[in-house]
């Protein structure tokens, strides 16, 4: 039912035009007089018929045909209907019925009540003798049209509506039948969506919940091991450098699988797949993206940058991304952020100093945000788990944070090396590639001696 209706709603129109003008033919054949041209009903027929063709296509064209014609009989440009084809006007109903089928809401309205006056029009055509002089069924009107339309304008002009309003049912109901069984396909491809929607909501709890608890595990496990690696090595110095060493390496180890671990967990998507993680070379473009966001931002960079396993330069950036956000979330737009990588130490330490609004203007402009948040317990527990340390606070007119993230002494960076080559891991692959500076991808400015130092470690 539902392609022969989706056909019918498309071509409908066209072809009962097609059938409509060759039945008038055929029936009239025999009072054509020998030509269709020198019949009297050929230019009503031939509106009639193209109002029909054009009624599901073009609606407000139909209604156009409709209205010439009438408008031709009236200014007798048009030959007015005789008794033997004055149902051509009937083919004004039949497009009612696919316009009311097809058309838009405020368009069916302008149909039904344009051809309520064209009714009114036909039986003033069909009544008065100085058009159709009481065509069809009715005796001429050779008194005036006064009595004429008195005694049976009403009746014609009930009978034409009657023929109007069959037709406008037809295309009501058709019409009501596909916009219902439409309503049903939405409620159908909704509550499917919805199950759907259920399954997944489901999976990924279940998956968040599996996530945190194997996190958790982990993270006591390996900072156990850690802790335990670092209390025996500090505690035992007067012991063989090779043993030092090895609690040394071991430390190391359980931090980077730690860091390692939660970014695998917090990179796996929905499908399973591990999606890439930031790095140390996606901060310029994060200060430019702030920038844009009406953040001053000063960055600079100085000593010579050592290459970092890839938890940490994820941390780092998480760090970097979460101070800017902060900055401007209480600092708002045009906020000064001054931010700073020190790469002298025997790790990187990092500075972020930013301006805070006042504290009644930041109550004022959001009072139902909470007061302590889980941005600075989620740095610090970066920091922590990279190896390192955080802290924040304010310092007068500014807000500061300084991270610190280790990453050995200088003598173990080729054993670092050394180790992530052999794993060929995830932080081993660049180990043999020159270290460059975090923010030199942008022109963003670097000191001169960090220059130096890169270009003599090049």
């Known amino acids: 039912m539902e392609p022969v209706l989706k056909f019918a709603r498309r071509w409908g129109a ?4 097609v059938i409509f003008f060759f039945l008038w033919c055929v029936a009239e054949a025999g009072r054509m007089g020998g030509s269709w041209l020198s019949w009297s009903g050929n230019w009503p027929l031939a509106l009639m018929t193209l109002a029909v063709a054009t009624a599901s296509w073009k609606p407000v064209v139909s209604l156009g045909f409709t209205v010439a014609l009438l408008a031709g009989q009236l200014s007798h440009a048009l030959p007015a209907m005789y008794s033997n084809h004055w149902a051509i006007y009937l083919g004004s109903f039949v497009a009612l019925g696919f316009i009311l089928w097809t058309a838009p809401p405020r368009l069916r309205y302008i149909a039904a009540g344009a051809n309520v006056v064209a009714a009114a029009i036909m039986a003033f055509l069909m009544l008065s003798w100085r058009y159709g002089n009481g065509v069809g069924w009715y005796p001429p009107a050779y008194a005036g049209d006064r009595w004429m339309l008195q005694d049976y304008g009403w009746q014609l002009f009930a009978l034409l509506l ?3 309003g069959a037709c406008a049912a037809v295309g009501l109901l058709l019409a009501l039948y596909q916009e219902r069984g439409s309503l049903f396909r ?33 993270a006591h496990s390996l900072a156990v091991i850690a802790a335990q690696a670092d209390g025996t090595r500090y505690l035992s110095k007067d012991q063989p450098k090779a043993v030092l060493n090895a609690l040394d390496t071991i430390a190391r180890s359980a931090r980077r699988a730690l860091v390692d671990a939660q970014r695998v967990i ?4 929905d499908d399973g797949m591990v999606t ?7 901060i310029p473009a994060l200060i430019e993206g702030m920038q844009r966001g009406s953040l001053k931002i000063h960055p600079s960079e100085s000593g010579s940058p050592v290459e970092l396993s890839t938890g940490q330069e994820m941390a780092v950036f998480r760090i970097v991304q979460e101070c800017l956000t902060n900055a401007l979330k209480h600092g708002g737009r045009g906020t000064d952020v001054r931010l700073r990588f020190d790469w002298s130490g025997p790790g990187l330490t990092l500075h972020v100093a930013s301006g805070v609004a006042p504290a009644g203007q930041e109550d004022a ?9 889980r941005g600075l317990p989620g740095m610090r527990e970066r920091a922590h788990l990279a190896g390192g340390w955080l802290t924040a606070g304010p310092d007068g007119e500014q807000f500061r944070v300084t991270v610190f993230i280790p990453y050995g002494t200088r003598d173990r960076r080729a054993a670092d090396d050394a180790d992530g080559a052999e794993a060929g891991g995830t932080f081993g692959e660049n180990s043999g590639a020159e270290a460059r500076p975090a923010l030199a991808a942008t022109g963003l400015p670097v000191s001169a001696g960090a220059a130096q130092e890169a270009a003599g470690r090049g």
């Open 14 to 17: 066209p072809v009962a035009a």
């Open 162 to 164: 009657l023929i109007a």
């Open 186 to 218: 939405a409620r159908e491809l909704a509550q499917s969506s919805l199950k759907e929607t259920e399954i997944d909501l489901i999976v990924e709890q279940e998956r968040t919940r599996i996530a945190r608890d194997l996190h958790d595990v982990l």
């Open 266 to 269: 917090e990179g796996v998507r």
């Open 276 to 282: 890439p993680q930031p790095r140390l070379s996606d």
């Open 365 to 373: 402009a959001n009072p139902a945000a909470p007061r302590v948040g």
